[in-house]
């Protein structure tokens, strides 16, 4: 059972060395089972995928019992592929996390039991870009939405700040208006609390007058 798992994991870590190499590869997928092959990707690195069920006999269809389920996570278990019951398929996307992205394979279980040979390319980063006319046309279509989405976003965010300096301005001028204004309002307090203190005083003066007390 060791030796097995051994086997296993050896076989994994040799998909992935030939996977960084950035050549396609050939395995063989046992039905009712499942094989994951990792690669590592850089945050908003391209990356993009072409896989299928090799034709055991040429020149003829494949059988329907041939028929293999995939799905691509992100190292956070984000799902960015996943496709079932199919005999070739294709994906690509930008990475948004960075770490081990998961593609694995499933095959339904048959009896007798099948082993499926399977032929898969995964290119990322700068190896992506010689590959991107595998990309399907409705992920083209969402990347050129979100791009679009982005455009409208910096836009508005541009908009916003003027908007905002705008803002700003008739807030200073607001402001300036605001403090001539007190500025008058505490030069003409002064003069009311002066004639008042006067007409206070000349009161005094006439009621101390008139007692004949000064």
Request: net charge neutral; with cysteine.
């Amino acid at each position: 059972m060791k030796m097995k798992q051994l086997a296993a994991i050896f076989m994994v870590i040799l998909l992935g060395v030939l996977l960084k190499s950035g050549e396609s590869i050939r395995f063989e997928l046992e039905s009712g089972h499942t094989k994951c092959i990792a690669e590592d990707i850089k945050s908003n690195s391209m990356t993009v995928g072409h896989y299928s069920i090799v034709n055991p006999n040429e020149g003829q269809p494949l059988p329907e019992s041939h028929r293999i389920t995939l799905k691509v996570t992100s190292a956070y278990g984000n799902s960015y592929h996943s496709s079932e019951n199919v005999q070739s398929g294709q994906f690509a996307f930008q990475a948004v996390e960075a770490g081990d992205y998961m593609a694995c394979f499933f095959a339904i279980d048959h009896q007798p039991t099948l082993k499926i040979p399977i032929e898969f390319d995964w290119r990322s980063g700068v190896a992506a870009k010689d590959w991107s006319n595998v990309a399907k046309k409705g992920s083209v279509d969402a990347m050129e939405y979100e791009l679009k989405k982005l455009a409208d976003t910096i836009t508005s965010i541009h908009e916003e700040m003027f908007y905002l300096r705008d803002r700003e301005r008739e807030m200073q001028e607001l402001n300036k208006a605001t403090n001539s204004r007190m500025a008058w309002l505490s030069f003409v307090s002064l003069l009311v609390c002066l004639f008042v203190a006067g007409m206070q005083l000349w009161h005094l003066k006439s009621f101390f007058e008139k007692k004949k007390l000064i």
